[in-house]
């Protein structure tokens, strides 16, 4: 199976900063990996699709890019409403795996 | 707007079958344009794929669910189902239906998510 490791695990930042999220994968996934926000007692939310595509609704200041083995989120100018937990995930083959989550703390 | 429900049992005994329906409205199971999935997240843990399946029946199963999983679907009532047989406490999670987007290979749509404990 196809394994994301997301760095770091945690992360303490403030409003108006700029955050970048990492997420590798253990082989070569091309560019099938989507991002997605949870905060806690809620359903993840997808934000980004096919590494580096903004789901319809998402705010402009999450980017995602990458291809291959290593992906980046990218928070232009956090907001207080961006707290909790990011997720990457990956498609290939028949598997679907997700990386173990980075906190965000604000 | 295709909203996802899961509903179930919120307890099973260690050793019994786990069994959840995700009922779709808004929407149809028979698209063309998505597969059907459970995920699951273990509390203050990460999220695990369990199955996917497509209206017209083909299904993937992740590898490590060693053959408890079973996903299907009833077209006529327009929800799908999960069976999980042979739990124990380590299946005790959040249980999550949702949409995949066949374009994207992302889960574009989820439930509210539904506690299921394994304990005697």
């Known amino acids: 199976d196809i394994q994301l490791t997301q760095s770091p695990s945690t992360l303490s930042a403030s409003v108006g900063d700029r955050v970048t999220i990492t997420c590798r994968a253990s082989q070569n996934i091309d560019g099938w990996l989507a991002w997605y926000h949870q905060k806690p007692g809620r359903a993840p939310k997808l934000l980004i699709y096919k590494a580096s595509n903004l789901e319809s609704g998402v705010p402009s200041r999450f980017s995602g890019s990458g291809s291959g083995t290593e992906f980046t989120l990218t928070l232009s100018t956090l907001q207080p409403e961006d707290f909790g937990t990011y997720y990457c995930?990956?498609?290939?083959?028949?598997?679907?795996?997700f990386g173990q989550g980075t906190k965000v703390e604000i | 707007q295709l909203q996802l429900q899961e509903s179930g049992p919120g307890l099973v005994r260690p050793s019994e079958t786990l069994s959840l329906t995700c009922s779709v409205s808004g929407g149809s199971v028979s698209s063309s344009l998505y597969y059907w999935a459970w995920i699951r997240q273990s509390p203050g843990k990460g999220l695990e794929w369990i199955a996917s399946l497509f209206y017209s029946g083909s299904t993937y199963y992740n590898l490590s669910m060693q053959g408890r999983a079973t996903i299907s679907l009833d077209t006529s009532k327009n929800q799908f189902f999960l069976r999980l047989s042979s739990v124990t406490a380590a299946d005790t999670a959040v249980y999550y239906c949702a949409r995949l987007r066949i374009s994207a290979a992302n889960f574009d749509l989820w439930g509210r998510g539904t506690l299921v404990t394994v304990s005697s």
């Open positions: 995930q990956q498609y290939q083959g028949s598997s679907r795996t």
